[in-house]
């Protein structure tokens, strides 16, 4: 793990705050940042000033060497050096959290953003991906009142 200094502020009381965070992630070699990867708390902030829960919003690289894939964050627009495998280059924290949920459980990243999208018009509101479980072959989706699991397409 690589760390540095970011400096962020509250969006609700305008607190600055500097944070000491990991800029790259080996799937190997993460314990708790792993867990807050998959229950989407990772890039969470709660302001010690007024305790508003907000996104944190820094470059990071997640690298899984086993199943050979890169998740990069970053705003810049293009990257000149790849890692080996698969990467995918996401613009915010939700697209890398997307990201990260599909290749963790071997799934094809644009195969559940079509499901996701499937999911949504047939619902009649945005669904957004919460988490997939490979061995049950099913994907989680939930909007602010309801949560759907669909089964994973063969």
């Not at 799937?27 to 792993?34: A, D, H, M, T």
């Not at 890039?43 to 690298?63: E, T």
Request: proline content about 5%; hydrophobic content about 35%; charged content about 30%.
């Amino acid at each position: 793990m690589r760390k540095r200094t970011f400096e962020f502020q509250c969006p609700r009381c305008g607190k600055t705050f500097s944070m000491v965070r990991d800029t790259l992630l080996l799937r190997g070699s993460i314990g708790p940042e792993y867990e807050r990867l998959k229950t989407n708390g990772f890039f969470l902030h709660q302001c010690q000033n007024c305790h508003q829960v907000f996104p944190l919003q820094y470059p990071l690289i997640y690298r899984d060497v086993e199943q050979k894939f890169s998740i990069l964050l970053t705003e810049q627009k293009k990257v000149d050096m790849l890692p080996e495998g698969r990467s995918i280059l996401c613009r915010n924290s939700e697209e890398f959290l997307f990201a990260f949920h599909c290749l963790d459980a071997g799934q094809d990243v644009g195969r559940i953003l079509r499901l996701q999208k499937s999911i949504s018009e047939k619902e009649r509101q945005e669904m957004k991906l919460k988490d997939i479980d490979p061995a049950a072959g099913v994907a989680v989706f939930q909007s602010e009142n309801k949560e759907v699991l669909v089964r994973l397409p063969e």
